[in-house]
């Protein structure tokens, strides 16, 4: 099937990272990674320091990023990827609960239980609020 475009739509996407941690400028930063990547091919990035978007979720016994607020909302923890947070690091992270963050640290499969496959972010380096502003198209 081919498609035609009749026209395009520029869209202006100012995309800014709003740091809540200090932490050091790193000299070799490290990949960005998509969490759908990670999540569908965690062996591959296991060892490895990475960084990634999802939305965040700072609970009683749950420290989750997840692909998406809808995800988050409908609880499809198979489209979320766990943290490991010092107490410190957990309080901190509380500023930025319930909105969309990059993390960074190293990425793990020792997850909570044996019977969780899921990936897991260990050594949390950076745990900031993602903000972007996209422009509606012009008229």
């Keep these: 099937m081919k498609l035609k475009w009749a026209g395009h739509i520029t869209v202006t996407l100012s995309l800014l990272a709003v740091p809540t941690w200090s932490h050091p400028a790193r000299s070799n930063p490290s990949p960005m990674v998509s969490i759908v990547s990670l999540i569908a091919n965690p062996t591959k990035y296991v060892g490895r320091h990475i960084q990634t978007l999802g939305f965040l979720c700072i609970a009683e016994e749950e420290e989750t990023v997840y692909l998406s607020e809808e995800d988050y909302l ?3 923890y198979s489209n979320s990827i766990n943290l490991s947070l010092t107490q410190a690091q957990r309080e901190r992270a509380k500023a930025v609960n319930l909105r969309y963050v990059i993390v960074e640290g190293t990425v793990s499969l020792k997850g909570i239980r044996p019977d969780w496959p ?22």
């Design 74 to 76: 409908h609880g499809l």
């Design 118 to 139: 899921f990936p897991k972010l260990v050594s949390i380096h950076r745990l900031d609020e993602w903000k972007h502003h996209r422009q509606p198209p012009p008229n």
